[in-house]
C-alpha cells in the first residue's frame, strides 16, 4: 500500500449505521413499528393475525417472504386499516421519521396512497396534512438531522391518479416532492395513467413510476418513453436488456443503454426484491451488475416492516454480497441525492453540507 493509493476501506457495520445515507424509496404504510400496530388496532378493533410485537412482526416477513408481489401486498390491509384517523397517520409518519434519524438517513422521500387512508370519512386533503404535520414533528425532535419529503402515490389498479397528481401540485410548496404509481404491476401498465402523467409535465412537476420489477422490459420502456418518469421504482427488470458473453463483456440493448446515457435513477430495493421473486438472491441481486456497468443505482428499503430491513440493513448486505467499500456506499448516496425530488440548490447543499463531510469522518 502506498501512500498515493490507500486501500479501499471495507466498512464495519457501525460504520455503516453512522454514515449518511439518503433514502428515495420508502412506503409510509409499509414501515410501522408492530408495537404501533397493536395499539392502534386495538383503539380501533381491527383484529390483527399475532398478539404481540415479534410474532407480528415476524407475520409480516413471513408473508411477505411470499415470491409474489400480489401476496406481498396484501399484507399491507392491516398497516392501511390502522391508518385511518388523522391522529393515527401523524403517529405512524412522526415515529418513520424518528426511526430513519436513528438509521443515520440524513434525507427521505417517503409514499404512501391517500386514496387508501379515507375509508373512515378522511379527505384526500386530510390526509397529506396529517402525515405533513407528523413528518414536521418527527423533522423537528431529530433537531434538523434529517429532512424528509412526501411523494403521493396513485394505486395503479384504480382509476384517481389525475386526482392524486393534483393533490401532489396542489401540495408542490407544502412537504410533498413527488407523484408515483404503485401496486400489481402485471396487467396495469403506466398508460393506463398518462393523462395524470402528461398533467404532471405540463406542471413542471416531478414522479417515478414503479416498473420493471413483477414485470418487465415493456413496463420500463412505458413509464420512461410514453409516461416520461423521471426514475424508476426497483426498475430491476432492465437487466433482462443487458447480454453478458462468455468472456465476461457486455453489451447494452437500446433501452438499457439509453437509461443509462440519460443517467435515469434506478431505486433498487434488493431485500424486498428477494421477497417477491424479482431477485433470487442478494448476491446474485442484478444491482452487483448494474453498479458496475455505472447506472445510476440508488439503495432504498421499500418496505422496512415487510422485508424488516432498514437502510443500514441494506447497505450493509451489500457490502458483504459484493464487498462495497465506504467509497462505495459514498456514490450510491450521492447518486440518491442528486436523483432526490428536493429543489438542486438544496440537494447540494446536502451533498456538500452533509453528505461528503460525513463519509470524510469516517474515512478518516
Ligand atoms: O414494491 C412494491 N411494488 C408495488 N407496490 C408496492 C410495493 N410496496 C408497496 N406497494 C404498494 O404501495 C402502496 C402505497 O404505499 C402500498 O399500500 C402497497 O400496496
Ligand atoms: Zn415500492
Redesign the pocket.
Known amino acids: 500500500m502506498t501512500a498515493a493509493s490507500p486501500e479501499p476501506t471495507v466498512p464495519t457495520r457501525d460504520q455503516v449505521l453512522r454514515a449518511p445515507k439518503v433514502l428515495l424509496h420508502d ?4 414501515g410501522l413499528r408492530p408495537a404501533t400496530i397493536l395499539e392502534l388496532a386495538a383503539e380501533i378493533g381491527h383484529e390483527l393475525p399475532a398478539g404481540d410485537a415479534d410474532s407480528l412482526a415476524r407475520w409480516f416477513a413471513e408473508s411477505a417472504d411470499s415470491g409474489s ?1 400480489v401476496r406481498y ?1 396484501e399484507t ?1 390491509d392491516h398497516t ?1 386499516a390502522v391508518m385511518q384517523t388523522a391522529p393515527a397517520i401523524a403517529r405512524v409518519a412522526r415515529e418513520c421519521v424518528e426511526d430513519l434519524a436513528a438509521d443515520g438517513v440524513v434525507y427521505a422521500e417517503i ?3 391517500p386514496e ?1 387512508h379515507v375509508s373512515q370519512g378522511l379527505s384526500l386533503d386530510e390526509v397529506v396534512a396529517a402525515v405533513q404535520e407528523g413528518f414536521e414533528a418527527g423533522m423537528a425532535a431529530a433537531g434538523g438531522r434529517i429532512v424528509v419529503r412526501q411523494l403521493l ?1 396513485a ?1 395503479r389498479h384504480q382509476a384517481r391518479s389525475m386526482e392524486i397528481a393534483e393533490l401532489a401540485v396542489a401540495w408542490r410548496d407544502r412537504g410533498v416532492a413527488g407523484f408515483d404509481i ?2 400489481a ?1 402485471a396487467g396495469f401498465p403506466p398508460t393506463r395513467h398518462l393523462d395524470a402523467f402528461e398533467y404532471l409535465q405540463r406542471e413542471n412537476f416531478h414522479f417515478t413510476i ?1 416498473a420493471g ?1 413483477a414485470f418487465g422490459l415493456p413496463s420500463i420502456w412505458q413509464a420512461i418513453q410514453w409516461c416520461g418518469a423521471d426514475r424508476l421504482g ?1 426498475g430491476v427488470r432492465i437487466i433482462d436488456d443487458v447480454k453478458v458473453a462468455e468472456d465476461g463483456s457486455v453489451e447494452l440493448g437500446r433501452l438499457a443503454a439509453y437509461v443509462r446515457d440519460k443517467r435515469i435513477p434506478l431505486e433498487m ?1 434488493p431485500a ?1 426484491n428477494v421477497q ?1 421473486g424479482a431477485a433470487t438472491s442478494i448476491a446474485e441481486h442484478p444491482i452487483g451488475l448494474l453498479t458496475r456497468l455505472r447506472f445510476r443505482v440508488t439503495v432504498n428499503t ?2 422496512r416492516l415487510m422485508s424488516q430491513t432498514s437502510m443500514t440493513a441494506e447497505m450493509w448486505s451489500l457490502v458483504q454480497a459484493f464487498g462495497y467499500t465506504l467509497d462505495d456506499l459514498r456514490w450510491f448516496t450521492i447518486n440518491a441525492m442528486k436523483s432526490s425530488f428536493l429543489p438542486f440548490d438544496e440537494r447540494l447543499a446536502i451533498i456538500d453540507g452533509v453528505i461528503k463531510p460525513g463519509y470524510a469522518a469516517l474515512l478518516g
Request: a negative charge.
Open positions: 412506503h409510509l404504510d409499509g408481489l401486498l399491507f392501511v409514499r404512501y396512497a387508501q402515490t394505486m404503485a401496486g404491476e414503479h420489477e426497483h430495493c424486498s417477491t421499500d418496505n
